[in-house]
DNA sequence: CACATGATCGCCT
DNA sequence: GGCGATCATGTGG
């Protein structure tokens, strides 16, 4: 399916022990949802082997009542239809005529909600700015819309799972990048990044706003 | 680092 | 027909 990902991003998937997720995580309040996700990998099967990623950067998008949301006003449509899965779902869309984003789809199906994978850290021998914003992000994983609706609970070749060892970030809290379009909504605090990731995207002096908790 | 611009096309009105 | 949940590049401080 789809792309090829970025050989630098190759894992050992015993060493990270892969400890899938409830499906109970992702029907929770999706704000929430896009916090715990700091932390988590992001790793796909190609060819044999594992690719994988650190979640450093989310957004969380609250459906039918936020202007920035694809299924604002409950809009549906074969390209949204993945919104409406049930949480632990894949949602991936094309924008700009050349990038892909790729979502995790939150909340019991019918609720169209979901959490935008902004940036990631791959491992040491990746750059810094490989996964440094959400279209790099599928680009470096090979993430197309190929893969929307994807279950990511389903045990296959595209996987969310936790990170064995390693302490609870220090979680910061800004309003979304690219959404000033969305009114009111364009200002809510629903992105959440690791403020000691070297790897988050967007500009300086937003992340530098500490408004950090957690 | 900040800001401006062009590329490029699927999706919805 | 118009516009993006973006990025690379170029300019200037």
Redesign the pocket.
Known sequence: MSDSPDPRLCIDPDSLGMRELPRTFFRRATAQIARDLIGLWLARSWDGRWYGARIVET?A?LGATDA????WRG?R????EP?YQDGGTL?V???????H?A?VVTRPAGIAE?C?LRAAEGPEAAPR?LLS?????CSALGIT?DWSGYDLLSGGDLRLFRDPGRRRPRIGVTKR???D?AGEAKEWPLRFFDMDSPAV?G???LNRRMTGDQ
Do not use: K
């Not at 920035?68 to 299924?71: D, G, K, L, P």
């Not at 869309?93 to 990038?99: C, I, S, T």
């Open positions: 957004e998008y920035a949301a694809h299924s809009r449509t074969p390209r949204v919104m949602y869309f094309f924008v700009y005529g050349m990038h984003c979502n979901a935008l700015r914003g959400p279209g790099r992000l819309r990048i690219g959404v379009y995207s500009p300086a002096r």
